[in-house]
């Protein structure tokens, strides 16, 4: 499990293994090759990749990006990929936008490719969106360790495991999602290519180490054969 707490009481600890999912960093990595269904949009490129449901929180980039619009910025680019219930939310809140781009769901070999394309990797979640959730973030986010994979930095909130998982001004940047602009300041910041350039570096480092199929397959193997 991602998380013991959400496991029933009487389990005995010595019978649990807490482990993240992963990426194949293999497939994903820097500079992944392919064909695009799509031509990626000019400037600092954020990426959004998921199933669009309320707490998966892309609204939010939506926002962000047109608040910086506001502000007169626009080399901040969004492109989002995948398909579900929120999206023509999202499409609303990105309505008149220019350089927001909605490529649809991709089949998964493509995606290497896709999120190479990007510069940014943004997990907007919105716990508060998921009644479940307040039992605790009880899922590994799959799309945070494949843009980590890709050598993406990562944008994501500061909320719950994700400081576990993302170190702040390490492997990316983590905002405040009861703060006002938070997420709009935070990709604003890495449109300074050596910032975007040494975090993603390190984040791919980190995916290799801890976040790759290779490092979840050796902790499986390790708790059963008791070498944890």
């Known amino acids: 499990t991602p998380s013991a707490a959400i496991l029933p009481a009487g389990i005995a600890p010595g019978r649990v293994l807490e482990v993240e999912w992963g ?51 626009r080399d901040v680019a969004a492109l989002f990929i995948g398909d579900g219930p929120e999206l023509p939310r999202v499409r609303a809140e990105a309505s008149g936008l220019d350089n927001v781009l909605f490529a649809g769901a991709l089949p998964h070999e493509r995606m290497p490719a896709a999120l190479a394309a990007a510069h940014i990797g943004v997990a907007p979640f919105d716990i508060e969106a998921h009644r479940p959730l307040s039992l605790g973030f009880y899922w590994s986010p799959l799309k945070m360790f494949e843009y980590m994979a890709t050598g993406l930095p990562v944008v994501a909130p500061a909320v719950a495991r994700i400081p576990r998982l993302v170190a702040h001004e390490r492997e990316g940047i983590l905002y405040d999602p009861a703060q006002p602009g938070a997420l709009a300041a935070a990709l604003e910041r890495l449109t300074d290519p050596g910032q975007r350039a040494t975090l993603g570096a390190a984040a791919r480092a980190r995916a290799e180490r801890e976040y790759s199929w290779a490092a979840h397959c050796r902790a499986l193997s390790d708790a059963l054969t008791g070498r944890r």
Do not use: I, M
Request: hydrophobic share 45%; aromatic share 10%; net charge positive.
């Open 23 to 73: 990426a194949d960093n293999v497939r994903f990595h820097p500079g992944a090759a392919g064909p695009l269904p799509f031509t990626p949009p000019a400037g600092t490129v954020a990426v959004f990749a998921g199933a669009f449901r309320s707490w998966h929180g892309a609204v939010h980039l939506a926002r962000a990006v047109r608040l910086l619009r506001e502000r007169g910025r």
